[in-house]
């Protein structure tokens, strides 16, 4: 279609559309960076956790515990005076999903 009264409205809109992919492509490259840098962060923490927690002070153990543990599970009574109560389960935040 040629119409000359359409082609004004249509080219505008084009440049419209062309400015906002431009806007989510560079979203989308900001946003993969810091995936990247997330990914890079928890690899580290996953492969120097001892050492991490070795030089961590008692409240950022904790802070860094609570963003990893979502929910422990406990038995409900103690095995015995002396060995208490046990773990169960441990719930991590960002334990993965099975499927089946």
Same mark, same amino acid.
């Given at each position: ?26 979203? #989308? ?11 890079? !962060? #928890?690899?580290? #923490? ?9 030089? !961590? ?7 860094? #515990? ?11 009574? !103690? ?15 960002? !334990? ?5």
């Amino acid at each position: 279609m040629k119409d000359p009264e359409l082609m004004p409205l249509f080219s505008e809109k084009l440049k419209e559309q062309q400015q906002e992919k431009l806007s989510f492509l560079q979203q #989308l490259e900001e946003t993969e960076e810091k995936l990247v840098n997330t990914i890079s !962060a #928890l690899n580290y #923490l996953v492969k120097n956790i001892d050492r991490i927690l070795k030089q !961590a002070g008692s409240e950022e153990k904790k802070e860094l #515990l609570q963003m990893i543990i979502q929910e422990i599970e406990i038995t409900p009574s !103690a095995v015995s005076r002396k060995e208490g109560r046990k773990i169960t389960k441990i719930h991590l935040h960002f !334990a993965s999903r099975r499927k089946g």
